[in-house]
């Protein structure tokens, strides 16, 4: 798409930020991707220098990556423009880099990083493949000294941004300290008890079993 004589578009397309292979516990995992982008001027008078915006298609969020496959289930997580995951990217709020055109006629490329995050405490989520997809993703562009993503950049083009992960099944085990308390007499059995907590993903079947621990023993056990 064009403004005036300045022409950008988004070369990678569909892009794709992958989570990769995940398992639990799901703690706000990360993950970032580059866009690369292109920007070329054909007039002397044209500005040297073009700001270069990507966004989404809407402001939702957080976002859900839905399962592939049945049963149905979903993952949230957010576009960020920035590695402190303030600023969620949305159709207002864009990721954006400034691409120099010192020559005419020429095609000048950028990488826009975007990053994302998962949401906190998914922790009852069904192992398998997860997608999001963005068919209409904006991006736009402007070669004014004051272009500003969210203000006075207009819409000039769409392309396709997925988000991917894949979750295995797996388990997660919390236990609370045995704590046998103070005593100044040990010539007679002093008993304790607690707890442990098994967290794990849908349908996984899990064993839990104790074994001797540092000492290899099971009778008696030892504590160091």
């Not at 990721?95 to 995050?117: D, E, H």
Request: proline share 4%; with cysteine.
């Amino acid at each position: 798409m064009a403004h005036a004589t300045i022409t950008c578009d988004v070369v990678v397309d569909p892009a794709e930020l992958a989570f990769g292979t995940l398992t639990l516990p799901l703690n706000q995992n990360t993950a970032s991707t580059e866009v690369e982008v292109r920007c070329m001027r054909t007039q002397n008078s044209d500005s040297s220098r073009a700001l270069m915006c990507i966004g989404t298609e809407s402001n939702l969020s957080p976002r859900t990556m839905n399962r592939t496959t049945t049963p149905a289930d979903t993952l949230t997580f957010n576009y960020y423009s920035d590695p402190a995951y303030s600023q969620i990217v949305n159709y207002t709020n864009n990721a954006s880099a400034t691409i120099n055109m010192p020559q005419r006629n020429v095609w000048y490329n950028a990488n826009i990083r975007l990053y994302g995050r998962l949401s906190a405490n998914q922790l009852d989520t069904t192992p398998g493949d997860y997608l999001n997809q963005i068919g209409g993703a904006v991006y736009g562009f402007s070669g004014a000294n004051n272009a500003n993503c969210a203000t006075n950049v207009s819409p000039a083009g769409t392309y396709v941004l997925r988000a991917t992960a894949r979750l295995q099944g797996s388990c997660t085990i919390a236990v609370q300290p045995l704590n046998f308390g103070s005593h100044n007499n040990l010539a007679v059995v002093r008993d304790a008890q607690t707890s442990l907590t098994v967290t794990c993903t849908n349908g996984t079947a899990y064993t839990v079993k104790l074994d001797g621990g540092r000492a290899g023993s099971f009778n008696p056990r030892r504590r160091y």
